[in-house]
């Protein structure tokens, strides 16, 4: 079993930045692929960007790609989402998981119970 507990979330305003963290505890991390998924208000649960288990691949939603940056540090047993250039679309509870998922929401066995991330002025 892998627990996971997201952290980092909080307000901002359009065009700040906030850090994300993704820490697991009751098995490494090592051995599985990555992802940030997060749910705006009155939406599905929709793909943000994922991570393989070196970290040597990333992939990134068309809608998050080349203000997200997703990175992990397996000695920590933590998974990060550094997210800049924030605009009011991006607020949502942003959810980790673990599994080999990809980009599917379906294929990951592991899910932290999400953190809030609002953007607003």
């Known amino acids: 079993q892998v627990q996971l507990v997201e952290s980092g979330g909080g307000l901002v305003q359009p065009g700040g930045s906030l850090r994300l963290s993704c820490a697991a505890s009751g098995r490494t991390l090592r051995s599985y692929a990555m992802g940030w998924f997060r749910q705006a208000p009155g939406k599905e649960r929709e793909f943000a960007a994922a991570?393989?288990?070196?970290?040597?691949?990333?992939y990134y939603a068309d809608s998050v790609k080349g203000r997200f940056t997703i990175s992990r540090d397996n000695a920590k047993n933590t998974v990060y989402l550094q997210m800049n250039s924030l605009q009011p679309e991006d607020t949502a509870v942003y959810y980790c998981a673990a599994g080999p998922g990809w980009v599917l929401e379906a294929g990951y066995n592991y899910w932290g119970q999400g953190t809030q991330v609002t953007v607003s002025s």
């Open positions: 991570i393989s288990w070196s970290g040597a691949i990333t």
